[in-house]
């Protein structure tokens, strides 16, 4: 079985590609490439090249543990909505953490979103905040902090993270979908220097926290993001003054290349040719119900570069349901091609993930589209969409790769905010509890789709049931695998979860998302769709609502129930072909039927239930599925 | 025990089971004798290489095994239980609706840049799903009140069921915040015990009442796992034991470095997993005792990998109860700061596919082994790097049954490395030596600068076969003042147990804002706490003057998730209690954290206890005051000397024959049976009174000499 309209080959140069080509971007960042160097590139000798690049990602990751140890919101700290980093003076990465990696692509665009004010006045001491979306940020909730690194007096580079801010001052507690345009959508700080060398501008944090409802935990967080990147200034100034800096950067320049170098290989190594994945659907955009939203998505392979253009998506919509290009968009397709062709868990492992990974990879999105809104479009829920982006590439890519794509995932991100006024005394005005819900994977040739886990380029935990009981006037009554099956496949799909709030309090949430109703995760080589969420209101009357999927402060009486299906991944391969043992071991799992499994699989168990009959197996998948 | 009786003069004995070799020390208090014995494992029955072993160290030393009052055993049964992941087929009994939560996990995935790869909790449940049940019943939170009665009738089916289905050997139990009331928890195990009292049963409040059910249910669920191998073995081995002559109880080493009898092993074997290498910890910290050493930083290198363990001030340091992961799975019980890296003697060095120069994490093991051992192995290892260097000699493992070639050594370095490279065979083993070096490292960097540890106050000790081989370049890269290689550092963790006190530890989640905290309940429950902790020590025969009763706090700011452990007093009643466990805790936050915020309210998550029974260490055995350096060899090898590679001549000595006070300068390679210590040029070494080898810089040693 193969997709439709994979292959088109008569088209093989950038001339396939839109007029946009010529404004391709790559997440590769260079500030004024032709900026000199301001160091002498030195000949790093093997050992210390690899001495030096452990202890540069050392770096990083020591950055992302300190950032959520001290974190005070659960979404940094038990969620771990965060990402750290050292990017040299151009914003070239250098390294990054490897928490999720929707925050750590996106570094560079931040420091070109700060740089533009403030090239060439940095000062040692300096910490810089910037949420700006349309300069660079992922989104405004995610706040950067750029700390610039001197040695020896010369600015040299930057300690930078983002973290997910619990409340930034928005219309409604968290956030919403359904607001105007971005400034409805929470604080906007562009490029704001929060501190120098005499400590933190008063002003400036008395503006900030003045403006949101959760101060303490912003506060708390906002310490933790600068102390981070104060740790990984120090320890890279000590790497530099230990091996000195033309050594260090050079040995950062060497590792930048040889990501490069693999990625390109592994590119070249893909025929040239333009594939493209069929189109695909949002459900809406968070208040236009019934009217879904398109993403066209071509990849071109040329030589050892790669093209993701996305020409032909939407138009910009007038919620804040679009994404922002820098900080969102090119990080993401930067994380399918790294994943597709250089994976961690593969011949991947240990290549550092850098600006060289980026070098390669080049985004095309028509300015006002759903990928590359103009301000002053909303933009802060964006997740759901950019989620779509690695999973069409595979569908595109999937009849050249079919060993290493998995079928249709999830894609999606189902994000809660839960939020009440605070019966404490003291302390904030508001409780703000952000939930970013699991998805499933697709299966993928040799293994069934992951279950209940984090999809793509979302990388975050759950926050325990017994902290938010704790603390939330919320009770959880259940948080299990869905009751439904997975989908059908030679390899079946991931099954998604389903999870049950009693509220006993009043309280507001909303949430962005997609059900994936109109356009489920799409089955590879003969394997089964996935299957769609559905999220339900359960009043305490006995009164059942269906949610769509974005909702804009919607309110909870005490006694209600909230209840969300997630979304579950595809099939891959004919079911039939599934290997009976794994039928049976799913049925014994209370995963599926007996009538399922004779259904959807072609296989028969004895009459008491004890085992498959492979007998009568063979037979019933001989004869076809019919009954 | 009669520990009181004999009025704390033992003869004790260590035994440390690893998979290749099974090493016992001796010790007779009266005496100050210590005798050792190595010998080999049986796999296949680890115990029975256990009770041979301490037969024939008990002739070797002398002594009937009637008259040993204590053996100390450190055991890897129960991580290899894990590893190979043969355990118990576990039911789990949860509450309804949340089965799945060992499945789902944190529902975070190991790797970013991957859309296949394996998440072992799903690949490899601890639990079939088909024997997780789910029974009506809640508590509720923060009162810990029950609100849903528990549905004894469904505990029965399903315990029934299983019992006579004869599937499930161990039952995990474990119930949301059992932690606040385990009254559920409780009911459901005195129903288990009723219908099916063989059952090896494990429960959460039980194991480790501590909030996060994710984590709580993980080590439950592995608890149980575990439990009835482990436990089998335990039983076992304690039972020949006594069969054999041996009076008192059988002691193990646990993974936080203190030692339980066996009852208490049998039943909690979860806190068993690093029992095999906590041993070198111990052994490092008394070895920083005998010489004088505050601050101690352990490197056991064996064949395959490495164990770095971190203990400042003479304290071992525990790791932080979330990062407490044993092959893939969520342990949340009290663990030393142990980091195990691919980084031994067969760690296989070669070229990517980008042009890289790695070395592990594959090793070549014991079998084929280094391409030197000539069994069969053509990959370059890290074994071959110090026979090419010169620092292994070719008789060098003769006593273990194995001839050197170092010709092979050359060609499987030659051809894989030094060629593609464009280096010569002696800068490519250089270079394999200082790739192995820079991950331990690494290790030794997160575990100490990564705390807030500065490694220059710490001194490396040296373990394992290989670990004096790459103590001093290990040091050196971290600007570390002195490495020590004690008396045979080549079974150093079987001396180990015999430098550890009997430890029991009790923990409850309280969940009390300092500002604000009920110090009566606070008291209530510490005191609850140390009787379940002291009792054990009594029945082991601890007086009361020997058992030190001491607690701790794990606390945070009210909004934050990760706590930090202080000591607190024992006064809690005092006015001033809180105020000094809030003290404690900003001081703990700046050295952790670089920042404090006194003005921010704490909250008391998890209050600790845990007693020691004191058993006096034993001291190393002086070294006889004889002989000098009387033969020793000149012979080249390689260093790297002002930055280059250089053959420069190095003297080759026999341990056995180095007297207290003998002072050498590098180069110098000190061989002995069961190790090889490497001091290069510009180090001196020192013999210590006790034996130890000190090694510093030069210059350091002519200016404090």
Known sequence: MLLDGTLNSEVLNPQALNP????????????????????????????SRQVIGGGIAAIAHEMAEHLFRMAYSSIMRESRDIGAGLLDRFGRQICESDSTPMHCGSLPAYVRGIDRLHHGRYQEGDVYLHNHPYHGASHSPDYGVLVPIFVAGMHVGFAGCTGHMVDIGA????????????????????????????????????????????????????????????????????????????????????????????????????????????????????????????????????????????????EQVSTGFNCPFEGSVLPTANFAIRSLLLSETGDGRGVPQNDGVFRPVHVIAPLGSLFNPTPPRGCEARFTQINRIPDQIMQALATVMPEQVTAGNSANVCCFVYAGESSEADGDDYWVSVEVNEGAYGASYGSDGLDAIDNLMANTRNTPIEEVELTAPMRCECYELLADPPAPGRWRGGLGATRMWLFNAPLQASSTGDNRSIDPPRGLFGGCHGRAGAILHHRANGETETLPAKISNHRFAPGDRLELKLVSGAGYGDPKQRDPAAVWRDYCDGLISAQDAQRDYGVVFTADQQGVDWEATTQWRQQGSKP | MCLQRRGYCLKRIGIDIGGTFTDLVFWDDASQRRVIHKRASTPDDPARAGIEGVLELCAKAGASLAEIDLILHGTTVATNILLERNGAKVGLITNAGFRDILHIGRKNRPCNFAHNQVVTRQHYPLVARQYRVGVAGRIEAPSGKEIEALDVAAVEQTVQAWRDRGEITAIAVCCLHAYLNPVHEQHIVAEINRLWPEVFVSASHDIVPLYREYERMSTTALNAYVGPGTSRYLQRFSKALSTEGYAAELCLMTSAGGVVGVDEASRRPVSLLLSGPVGALIAGVQAGIETKTDHVITLDVGGTSADIGVAPAGQVRMRALLDTQIGGYDAMVPMCDIDTIGAGGGSIAWIDEGGAFRVGPQSAGADPGPACYNRGGSQPTVTDALVVLGWYRADALRNSGLDIDPELAVAAIEQHIATPLGLTVYQAAAGIYQLAVHSMVESVRVNSVARGLDPREFALVAYGGAGAAFAVAVAQELSMPKVIVPPAAGVGAAGGL????????????????????????????????????????????????????????????????????????????????????????????????????????????????????????????????????????????????????????????????????????????????????????????????????????????????
């Open chain 1, 20 to 47: 946009e080509a010529l404004h391709a971007l790559s997440a590769s960042t260079a500030i004024g490439a032709d900026v000199e160097r301001y160091w002498q590139t030195v000949d790093v000798d093997p050992v």
């Open chain 2, 498 to 705: 015999l430098a550890t006190d009997m430890k029991y530890t009790r923990q409850a989640t309280l969940w009390q804002p300092l500002s604000s905290a009920d110090q009566p309940r606070i008291q209530a429950v510490a005191d609850e706490l140390a009787a379940t902790a002291v009792a054990p020590l009594h029945k082991d025969g601890f007086g009361s003057e020997d058992i030190v009763i001491s607690y701790s706090a794990d606390c945070r700011y009210v909004g934050q998730g990760y706590e930090l452990q202080v000591p607190v007093s024992a006064n809690f009643g005092d006015p001033d209690w809180c105020q000094g466990v809030a003290d404690a805790f900003h001081g703990a936050h700046q050295r952790a954290h670089h920042r404090a915020f006194p003005d921010s309210p704490v909250m008391l998550v998890n209050l600790g206890v845990t007693a020691t029974g004191r058993i006096r260490a034993p001291a190393s055995a002086p070294l006889s005051a004889s002989g000098g350096c009387s033969d020793s060899q000149q012979q080249p090898a390689r260093f790297r000397v002002a930055g280059q590679l250089d053959c420069v001549a190095t003297q080759f000595v026999a341990r056995g024959q180095l007297a207290p006070g003998t002072r050498m300068t590098g180069p110098v390679v000190i061989e002995q049976d069961d190790t090889t210590t490497v001091v290069p040029p510009g180090y001196s070494v020192v013999v210590h009174p006790l034996g130890h080898l000190q090694i510093e810089l030069q210059e350091r040693v002519a200016h404090v000499a």
């Open chain 1, 171 to 314: 219309a409604n507690p968290g956030f919403s979908v359904d607001v105007p345009d971005y400034f409805a959508e929470g604080q906007v700080i562009d490029a704001v220097k929060i501190c120098d060398r005499n400590g933190r501008i008063a002003g400036v944090w008395s503006l900030l926290m003045s403006n949101v409802r959760t101060p303490e935990a912003n506060t708390g967080d906002l310490e933790a993001m600068i102390a981070c990147c104060e740790l990984g200034r120090e320890r890279f100034v000590a790497l530099a003054q230990k091996y000195g800096l033309d050594q260090v950067m050079s040995a950062a320049d060497a590792a930048m290349d040889y990501s490069e170098r693999l990625m390109r290989a592994r590119i070249a190594a893909l025929p040239d040719g333009v594939y493209d994945a069929p189109t695909a659907w949002l459900e809406d955009d968070g208040k236009h119900w019934g009217q879904p939203l398109r993403i066209a998505t071509r990849v071109v392979v040329s030589g050892s570069d790669i093209y993701i253009d996305l020409t032909g998506s939407n």
